[in-house]
Structure formats: C-alpha cells, structure tokens
Nanobody, 126 residues
Framework: QVHLVESGGGSVQAGDSLRLSCAASGRTFSSLAMGWFRQAPGQEREFVAA???????AYADSVKGRFTISSDNAKNTVFLQLNSLKPEDTAVYFC????????????????????WGQGTRVTVSP
C-alpha cells in the first residue's frame, strides 16, 4: 500500500506560480511511477504530468512549457511546478502512483494508477 499526501495548493492570480508537493510512503519510491491529474468542478479528472521511475516525463498539451514535474527521491516526494497560471488551471490537483519495476514509462491515464492522494485545490483568479 502506498500513501500519498499532496500540499502546496492555494489561491493565486493569473500569471503567478505555485509548487505542489506529493509525499509518498509505504513503498520504495524508486519502484514507483508518479503522476499528477486535476479535476475541475463538473468535469472529469484529466492528466496533467507524469514521471516514470527512469526519469521519463509526459505532459498534457495544455500545460507544456508552463508546468514541470520532478522528484526528490531522498525525500520520497514528487513536485509539480506550476508557472504562468491561467484561470482554466483552476482545479483540485491529485497525485497518483503505481508500482513499476521494469519500465521507464510515464503513464498518462487514470486506470494506470493504483494509488491516489486526497487532492490539493488550486484556484487562479483572472
């Protein structure tokens, strides 16, 4: 079992930046692939960014060039740097993890992840 705890959300203005953190426990961090998803009110959860355990990354087109996923393996933590925020980035952001041992893939769909955090809210005002 993997336990994920997100932090770092908040209310900002358009153009501002935030850094989200997701602390993982319960399994060796190097055996996990990690992802960030978001869900706006009345919408389905959508992919934002992913990090394979070999360092492979993937991003949704809507956030490419603005968001960056990274990790600190010593702290069992994955980060999502959000720059140049837009009102349409407003959502609850969820961290996700899946066990992976022989793949460096960055996974981009919700069914591919086994474990989810509780979410952290990001609100961007015009």
């Amino acid at each position: 079992q993997v336990h994920l705890v997100e932090s770092g959300g908040g209310s900002v203005q358009a153009g501002d930046s935030l850094r989200l953190s997701c602390a993982a426990s319960g399994r060796t961090f190097s055996s996990l692939a990690m992802g960030w998803f978001r869900q706006a009110p009345g919408q389905e959860r959508e992919f934002v960014a992913a990090l394979g355990n070999g360092g492979t990354t993937a991003y949704a087109d809507s956030v490419k060039g603005r968001f960056t996923i990274s990790s600190d393996n010593a702290k069992n933590t994955v980060f999502l740097q959000l720059n140049s925020l837009k009102p349409e980035d407003t959502a609850v952001y969820f961290c996700a993890a899946r066990s992976t041992y022989f793949s460096n893939d960055a996974y981009t769909t919700t069914p591919q992840y086994q474990y989810w955090g509780q979410g952290t809210r990001v609100t961007v005002s015009p």
